[in-house]
T-cell receptor
Framework: DQQVKQNSPSLSVQEGRISILNCDYTNSMFDYFLWYKKYPAEGPTFLISISSIKDKNEDGRFTVFLNKSAKHLSLHIVPSQPGDSAVYFCAARRIQGAQKLVFGQGTRLTINP | SAVISQKPSRDICQRGTSLTIQCQVDSQVTMMFWYRQQPGQSLTLIATANQGSEATYESGFVIDKFPISRPNLTFSTLTVSNMSPEDSSIYLC???????????FGPGTRLLVL
């Protein structure tokens, strides 16, 4: 049962343009969502998060949008830079009861010069 | 966020042997976790390392195969026992902030079992 899904295994974007990574979830009890970035041979790096009481959170070039009714979130990176090329993981959890993080399968983002 | 280190960073092991991975955090944290990322796969939680008591294992993972220690609030070890090639993965330690919302990950240990 894949509760968090990233349906695009890969995405290619031109440098300077917007990158949009998508994530869907099935568990309506999830109330906290995170995005991680992972380079090869390194651990995941926390990027940005959003609570279910919000529909948008912005941090520099990164913005996460949450659509609770559609059980969908997206990460926007603008403008995209070559250093953004990595695998991006979406994760979700239910804060109450300290429920575990559930990860999506990841999307490999490639930024082309 | 916390600074997390893992040892070793990588290793090549023979089947049937065991490897112990260490995770050190630069500050006291309440929650520590161990994950596995198999080639081309997502991150899978192995267990929650509990300080002063037995770890809490996820479905599909057992203490005999993945014994975990957590003697204090800044250190934990994961042992991969009686290894087979299927254990070839990246093993990751993570910690949770005091707010209990965000997890931060160590650099990982890349294990290859021949």
């Amino acid at each position: 049962d894949q509760q968090v899904k990233q349906n695009s295994p890969s995405l290619s974007v031109q440098e300077g343009r917007i990158s949009i990574l998508n994530c869907d979830y099935t568990n309506s009890m999830f109330d906290y969502f995170l995005w991680y970035k992972k380079y090869p041979a390194e651990g995941p790096t926390f990027l940005i998060s959003i609570s279910s009481i919000k529909d948008k959170n912005e941090d520099g070039r990164f913005t996460v949008f949450l659509n609770k009714s559609a059980k969908h979130l997206s990460l926007h990176i603008v403008p995209s830079q070559p250093g953004d090329s990595a695998v991006y993981f979406c994760a979700a959890r239910r804060i109450q009861g300290a429920q575990k993080l559930v990860f999506g399968q990841g999307t490999r983002l490639t930024i082309n010069p | 966020s916390a600074v997390i280190s893992q040892k070793p960073s990588r290793d090549i092991c023979q089947r049937g042997t065991s490897l112990t991975i260490q995770c050190q955090v630069d500050s006291q944290v309440t929650m520590m976790f161990w994950y596995r990322q198999q080639p081309g796969q997502s991150l899978t939680l192995i267990a929650t390392a509990n300080q002063g008591s037995e770890a809490t294992y996820e479905s599909g993972f057992v203490i005999d195969k993945f014994p975990i220690s957590r003697p204090n609030l800044t250190f934990s070890t994961l042992t991969v026992s009686n290894m087979s090639p299927e254990d070839s993965s990246i093993y990751l330690c993570s910690v949770e902030t005091s707010m209990g919302e965000t997890q931060y990950f160590g650099p990982g240990t890349r294990l290859l079992v021949l």
